[in-house]
């Protein structure tokens, strides 16, 4: 940890050190050791959010803590690997709102995911930034030697399923925005605070797997184009809350496209789709067919009268 803020110790010994787990010896050292269980190897993934590009700055310190966390893990689970610890990066603007209070209460957001998920901090660096508030997590996590769950796996014939339901955050956004008028504070709810599908068991079943941060329709693009396959996804598939649906004739393209997700985006063999389901539904994960993996390239989503639908854009922007 370099010294770049006044008080830098201070500021992690009252806000990080409490978080510390073990081999991360109380944040007293310049890095921190972690154990794999035996026959394991590491994941690692990294995701950074920057102030006003994936938060806002009024949003509460304690969720932008959980949606750094969960962001993370929600990559850990599109992995299928079962996360241990992180290492946290703050590069913090002065003459902000960005003071003790914020980060006690950013840190509380913290401890609180920390405990549901089982997981603790390494280590990081603090720095001052002429910018925006930036915050970076590297998450750390196992699964059985070669065992990772891939992008490049689906086969032309294996549906394509996704978990929980799609486009809340999207329109939880709008709503921050001031853009949507008559959204839930619940879509408020999903746009801050994800819920990451780790625990599952899913090496075997699936042929590809990744989580949804862009975007169904170009998170997809990303699977065929590793797995050099096209796929076809149906629109009336689509698993949406009545929230949403609510929004549909609106903002049909706003949720068709969504975004900040976190749900897993799968493929699966016909032969295995029984032992998806069964363990979805094992852990209380709910879990939609919204469409089939084809020979070709590319992504189509395709109306209910079976036309592809045409869209003026094809990802996410968070902003
Ligand atoms: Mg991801």
Redesign the pocket.
């Given at each position: 940890m370099r010294r770049q803020l006044m008080g830098e110790f201070d500021f992690i010994a009252r806000h990080f050190r409490p978080l510390a787990g073990r081999g991360a010896m109380e944040l007293r050292n310049d890095g921190a050791t972690m154990s794999l269980p035996e026959g394991g190897e590491l994941v690692l993934s990294s995701d950074t959010m920057v102030e006003g590009l994936h938060f806002l700055p009024d949003d509460p310190p304690y969720t932008v803590a959980q949606k750094l966390l969960r962001c993370n893990l929600?990559?850990l689970a599109?992995m299928g690997s079962r996360p241990q610890h992180y290492m946290l990066n703050v590069s913090v603007p002065s003459g902000r709102h960005y003071n003790e209070d914020w980060f006690t209460r950013f840190a509380a957001g913290l401890a609180a995911d920390q405990k549901q998920y089982d997981i603790s901090l390494l280590g990081g660096d603090t720095t001052g930034s002429p910018s925006p508030l930036m915050l970076n997590v590297t998450i750390l996590g196992s699964v059985r030697q070669g065992e990772a769950l891939r992008r490049d796996g689906a086969q032309p014939g294996d549906g394509v399923w996704v978990t929980g339901s799609l486009g809340r955050a999207a329109l939880g956004l709008q709503v921050r925005l001031g853009k949507l008028n008559g959204g839930k504070t619940s879509l408020v709810e999903a746009y801050r605070v994800p819920t990451p599908r780790i625990g599952l068991s899913l090496y075997g079943i699936v042929s590809a797997a990744?989580?949804i941060?862009d975007g169904l329709l170009q998170d997809c693009g990303h699977i065929a184009e590793e797995s050099g396959v096209g796929i076809t996804l149906f629109e009336e598939e689509l698993p949406f809350a009545p929230e949403v649906m609510a929004h549909m004739e609106t903002h049909r393209e706003m949720i068709l496209l969504g975004g900040d997700d976190y749900e897993l985006l799968m493929t699966c063999p016909v032969t295995q789709e029984a032992a998806l389901q069964a363990h979805c539904k094992e852990h209380d994960v709910p879990l939609t067919k919204v469409g089939t993996v084809r020979e070709g390239r590319g992504v189509a989503m395709l109306d209910k009268q079976r036309r592809p639908i045409n869209f003026s854009r094809t990802g996410w922007q968070h902003f």
């Amino acid at each position: 940890m370099r010294r770049q803020l006044m008080g830098e110790f201070d500021f992690i010994a009252r806000h990080f050190r409490p978080l510390a787990g073990r081999g991360a010896m109380e944040l007293r050292n310049d890095g921190a050791t972690m154990s794999l269980p035996e026959g394991g190897e590491l994941v690692l993934s990294s995701d950074t959010m920057v102030e006003g590009l994936h938060f806002l700055p009024d949003d509460p310190p304690y969720t932008v803590a959980q949606k750094l966390l969960r962001c993370n893990l929600s990559d850990l689970a599109a992995m299928g690997s079962r996360p241990q610890h992180y290492m946290l990066n703050v590069s913090v603007p002065s003459g902000r709102h960005y003071n003790e209070d914020w980060f006690t209460r950013f840190a509380a957001g913290l401890a609180a995911d920390q405990k549901q998920y089982d997981i603790s901090l390494l280590g990081g660096d603090t720095t001052g930034s002429p910018s925006p508030l930036m915050l970076n997590v590297t998450i750390l996590g196992s699964v059985r030697q070669g065992e990772a769950l891939r992008r490049d796996g689906a086969q032309p014939g294996d549906g394509v399923w996704v978990t929980g339901s799609l486009g809340r955050a999207a329109l939880g956004l709008q709503v921050r925005l001031g853009k949507l008028n008559g959204g839930k504070t619940s879509l408020v709810e999903a746009y801050r605070v994800p819920t990451p599908r780790i625990g599952l068991s899913l090496y075997g079943i699936v042929s590809a797997a990744m989580d949804i941060s862009d975007g169904l329709l170009q998170d997809c693009g990303h699977i065929a184009e590793e797995s050099g396959v096209g796929i076809t996804l149906f629109e009336e598939e689509l698993p949406f809350a009545p929230e949403v649906m609510a929004h549909m004739e609106t903002h049909r393209e706003m949720i068709l496209l969504g975004g900040d997700d976190y749900e897993l985006l799968m493929t699966c063999p016909v032969t295995q789709e029984a032992a998806l389901q069964a363990h979805c539904k094992e852990h209380d994960v709910p879990l939609t067919k919204v469409g089939t993996v084809r020979e070709g390239r590319g992504v189509a989503m395709l109306d209910k009268q079976r036309r592809p639908i045409n869209f003026s854009r094809t990802g996410w922007q968070h902003f």
